[in-house]
């Protein structure tokens, strides 16, 4: 094969010589974390572009996770889906929370609202979704189940950065959301992530959590974790965040040319998007339906083949893996939907800089088995 290979993302990096001053800056003051003026500026700026009013950076999406559960003092059982990236049921498992899953809705690949209320048991304290592939929730019902019963929700929204409904930032919704900012989602600072918060309050419990639960030089109020962002990530985001609309303009553009192109292979499917709101098109998942010549897995190997590395998200379910398949809630029987999307999905290659030549590749190579 001649052609280069093609992976089903690349991170997208601003100009390299338009992060220097930022260097020199850090340089400078020899300010490399604890909240400098990089990370101070980030949070200003996430908030302005997310139209959201309180948000903390940490190091990572998971660490985040991990400490928006504390935050809230969850404990007990939290409903969630299978339907993930495995550091959704992590975080639960590593804060010594039953994870509780719950079949998703074949539409949006979220959490079904109809199947959650089934779940709740005495020690059930909250509920954890996800925006999958940036596809917003739906957080209305959702929250109407979270107020009947008392339960917190915290969204793992690691997919959703920029997603709005038609109301305004998907992040707004329930107690909590959580974002990722590793190198393969839409907004990258190599590695961190973020927490918007409702409130002040809540943003300087958080703040205390993520510094080890330092509230002075010699006040420890909590046992924190060490999910601090370091001003170096904190300088990648703040030019990062100058390309993000071009960036997902490009990632529009991509998703249009898919869907045109794939609308007469028969027995490839497609995800509608919402009709309101502003999606991110973070990602592009194909279902390879009985009707379609091949499996899904054939389909990956043939692609892989020609150099085209697409990927399965998400399967295996995370409920399929060796510290969750025992569970009640874990046994495919309950997870109908979620068990037989993951043996049809198959996301393909999405980033800014994809070719147009290299979206005809896929295409021609789907089209050709
Ligand atoms: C990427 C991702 C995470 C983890 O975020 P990191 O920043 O990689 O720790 C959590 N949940 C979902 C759904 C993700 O896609």
Redesign the pocket.
Known sequence: MSDKPVFVTQPYLPPLDEFLPYLEDIWATKVLTNGGAMHQQLEQALCEHLGVEHLALFN???IA?LTALQSLRITGEVITTPY??V??AHSLLWNGIKPVFVDIDPVTCNLDPDKIEAAITPQTTAIMP?HCYGNPCDTEAIQKIADIYNLKVIY?A??AFGVEDGNGSILRHGDLSVL???A??VFNTF???AIVCPDAKTKERINHLKNFGFVDEVTVVAPGINGKMSEFNAALGLLQLKYIDAAISRRKTIDAMYRTALRDIKGISVFERPAHGKANYAYFPILVEPGFPADRDSVYEALKAQGIFSRRYFYPLISTFPMYRGMHSANPKNLPIATDIASKILCLPMYPALADADIHRVVNCLGNL
């Open positions: 990572n999406g998971t996770l993930s990236f550091a959704t996800v793992d690691a997919h990722s900012f590793h393969t989602k590695e961190g992530g």
